[in-house]
């Protein structure tokens, strides 16, 4: 029987809409073999999912974390899943800690433009609809939604909205630093969705190998927002580096229309993820 891996889920500890219980039970009811959990900038999720988690899937905890390459002006934004991690580890933990407060003082500055222009979304009711978790994007998309301002969040995702006009950079982690921090606190560093030139401007090749040179794993190839020719080039790359390859559904619940388990990873990539992990964080099974 070939294993249902899914290496890239979020949950309400960022920006998914599934509580980590509820996401690791979705994870049993779809018949994942493996499930990571891996949300934006946090490792909030990974307690209340080891604690619900039922049998069946066993549980990977990652996280994804925003990243950003220096190499052209402004910079570029990328994203970087990481597995297996000592959450404690403390210059990672400082990282991310501050990650998450730009993130807070960067969406109550796109809600500052909105109401200059005289959208009525309200700050405090973003933030609290975050619950706690990683705030982004889509929390301010679900405002707008309420507001009877956009139908859908792909569209809150338009130029018109937070993909362009009310769009601002976030204060990311050096690329460098996060592939040499998530590997010196004993995880696995994965490029998510490296080629996805539908979300915007993308990294070249060449960057890919430099960071392979200094501890990336692995490249996500199998991502709804990679056209087939993209999952083909990071397949590619991927060879050529001697790099794994993974595929994932980055679901989102219903922040996207991604399901559950839509993309999946094989055998022999997560065992590959797992041998490379130090062994502080392991695998879980309920
Ligand atoms: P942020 O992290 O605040 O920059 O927001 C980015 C998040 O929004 C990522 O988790 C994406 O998965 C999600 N996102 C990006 N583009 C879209 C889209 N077109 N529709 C729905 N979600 C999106
Ligand atoms: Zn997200
Ligand atoms: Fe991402
Ligand atoms: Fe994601």
């Known amino acids: ?26 994870a049993a009811e779809e018949g994942l073999d493996v499930v990571a959990i891996t949300d934006h900038d946090t490792t909030a999720g990974w307690q209340p999912a080891l604690r619900a988690l039922p049998r069946g899937p066993r549980l990977v905890r990652g996280a994804e ?3 950003r390459w220096s190499g052209e002006q402004p910079p570029v934004p990328l994203h970087l899943l990481a597995y297996l991690f000592d959450p404690d ?13 730009a ?5 109550e500055r796109i809600v500052a433009l909105l109401r200059a222009d005289g959208i009525d979304v309200s700050w405090p009711e973003i933030l609290a609809g975050a619950g706690g978790g990683t705030v982004g994007r889509p929390h301010i998309a679900g405002a707008l939604i309420r507001a009877g301002l956009v139908a859908t969040t792909s569209e ?5 909205w937070l993909g362009e006009r009310y769009r601002l950079p976030k204060e990311d982690i050096d690329v460098f630093r996060a592939v040499r921090l998530v590997r010196a606190a004993g995880g696995v560093p994965v ?41 083909a080039h ?5 060879a050529e580096l001697g790099l794994l390859v993974t595929g994932s559904s980055d679901f989102h619940g219903t922040h996207k229309t ?25 695998v879980a099974s309920g």
């Not at 580890?89 to 407060?101: D, G, N, T």
């Not at 809150?156 to 018109?160: I, K, L, Q, Y």
């Not at 990071?234 to 991927?238: D, K, P, S």
Request: glycine share 8%; charged share 25%.
């Open 191 to 231: 490029f998510a969705h490296p080629r996805a030139t539908r979300r915007g401007r993308v990294v070249p090749d060449e960057l890919i190998a430099e960071l392979a040179a200094v501890g990336l794993a692995g490249l996500e190839a199998d991502h709804e927002d990679h056209s087939p020719a993209e999952r």
């Open 65 to 67: 974390l925003s990243c």
């Open 89 to 101: 580890f403390p210059e990672l933990v400082a990282e991310l800690a501050r990650v998450r407060i």
């Open 258 to 282: 991604v399901r559950l388990g839509a993309f999946t990873t094989e055998s022999e990539a997560y065992e590959r993820i797992v041998a490379a992990s130090s062994g502080v964080i392991e």
């Open 1 to 26: 029987m070939i294993a249902r891996i899914d290496l890239h889920t979020h949950s309400t500890a960022s920006d998914g809409t599934l509580s980590p219980a509820e996401l690791v039970h979705a």
């Open 234 to 238: 990071v397949r590619g790359l991927a």
């Open 156 to 160: 809150a995702f338009g130029p018109d």
């Open 103 to 107: 993130r807070a003082e960067r969406g």
